[in-house]
T-cell receptor, first 111, second 114 residues
Framework: QKEVEQNSGPLSVPEGAIASLNCTYS??????FFWYRQYSGKSPELIMF????GDKEDGRFTAQLNKASQYVSLLIRDSQPSDSATYLC???????????FGTGTRLKVLA | NAGVTQTPKFRILKIGQSMTLQCTQD?????MYWYRQDPGMGLKLIYY???????DKGEVPNGYNVSRSTTEDFPLRLELAAPSQTSVYFC?????????????FGEGSWLTVV
């Protein structure tokens, strides 16, 4: 089992819809979780992070964390064509300062 | 703000050649990282450093070396380049008082080994 798993996609949603991106992780002791957006040919940029169970909202983005089920998700409301990118989930390895990344989910928002 | 700066941005190497990817950050971050990203794949940790003089291996360290003589700089050395090292390399940094802080990436270095 990979440490951090994501569906590679592409996930296609119409403009204005909600995009839902999911990530599962294997280390039950992981404590911090990050979502990065990466445009083609560019470096990853942080969207948001979450440490506690439940939801965390930032503008059109909501991160959801369920430690019991070991998954973290990212919801993008009112999706825009500019949201088309690859979304990377990252998990902080328990007891270390290492971050393990998933392979990313490619999102396409159709105008 | 410069943030994390990597050089060169593009490089073509011949098999067996060596080179150093430079990385510097001006945010006084104590932690620095080197990742590689193959096409359509996620980021794999090569090496990381928790401070000047301290480095440790990540997931895919073979064929690479690092050093951290200052807080600002974290060069990545490729010895005897192989086609399997063709990839995009990202340097990153973060500031930690406790584990779990955000990491910030440089713009990437595209390396092709032929």
């Amino acid at each position: 089992q990979k440490e951090v798993e994501q569906n590679s996609g592409p996930l296609s949603v119409p403009e204005g819809a909600i995009a839902s991106l999911n990530c599962t992780y294997s280390d039950r002791g992981s404590q911090s979780f990050f979502w990065y957006r990466q445009y083609s040919g560019k470096s990853p940029e942080l969207i948001m992070f979450i440490y506690s169970n439940g939801d965390k909202e930032d503008g059109r983005f909501t991160a959801q964390l369920n430690k019991a089920s070991q998954y973290v998700s990212l919801l993008i409301r009112d999706s825009q064509p500019s949201d088309s990118a690859t979304y990377l989930c990252a998990v902080n390895v328990r007891g270390t300062y290492k971050y393990i990344f998933g392979t990313g989910t490619r999102l396409k928002v159709l105008a | 703000n410069a943030g994390v700066t990597q050089t060169p941005k593009f490089r073509i190497l011949k098999i067996g050649q060596s080179m150093t990817l430079q990385c510097t950050q001006d945010m006084n971050h104590n932690y620095m990282y080197w990742y590689r990203q193959d096409p359509g794949m996620g980021l794999k940790l090569i090496y990381y450093s928790v401070g000047a003089g301290i480095t440790d291996k990540g997931e895919v360290p073979n064929g690479y070396n690092v050093s951290r003589s200052t807080t600002e700089d974290f060069p990545l050395r490729l010895e005897l380049a192989a086609p399997s090292q063709t990839s995009v390399y990202f340097c990153a940094s973060s500031y930690h008082e406790t584990a779990g802080n955000t990491i910030y990436f440089g713009e990437g270095s595209w390396l092709t080994v032929v």
